[in-house]
């Protein structure tokens, strides 16, 4: 798992970087339960800060559950700090969602840490 996280960061020092506004149109994909969430996300945010927000939005209980983002764009993936913003993380721009005015297509892993 961390060889393909820093294979990834080899590859994306050299691949153009996205640029965010200070507002962004992201799309949420909650792979454990099978919903989506669409929103204007301001890109300074630590998406951890988003946990509280998605519980409420989705009424699901994310207690003692830990939030693991990633952006996937056919086969190519890359893992994002939940500690950063979307302004840290240096996504390549290969991952930019053509079309329906969405600028990324973030998958949200639901993983249970125990109480």
Do not use: C, H
């Amino acid at each position: 798992m961390n060889e393909k996280v820093i294979a990834d960061t080899a590859n994306s020092q050299q691949e153009e970087l996205l640029s965010f506004k200070e507002f962004e149109k992201i799309k949420f994909t909650f792979t454990g339960i099978d919903k989506y969430i669409i929103m204007e996300l301001k890109t300074s945010t630590p998406l951890e800060d988003l946990k509280f927000r998605f519980s409420s939005i989705l009424r699901t209980d994310f207690f003692a559950k830990r939030l693991e983002y990633q952006v996937i764009k056919g086969f190519k993936e890359k893992v994002l700090s939940s500690q950063k913003s979307l302004l840290n993380q240096g996504i390549p721009s290969a991952f930019k969602v053509q079309g329906q005015g969405l600028l990324l297509n973030i998958q949200v892993k639901i993983i249970e840490e125990g109480a």
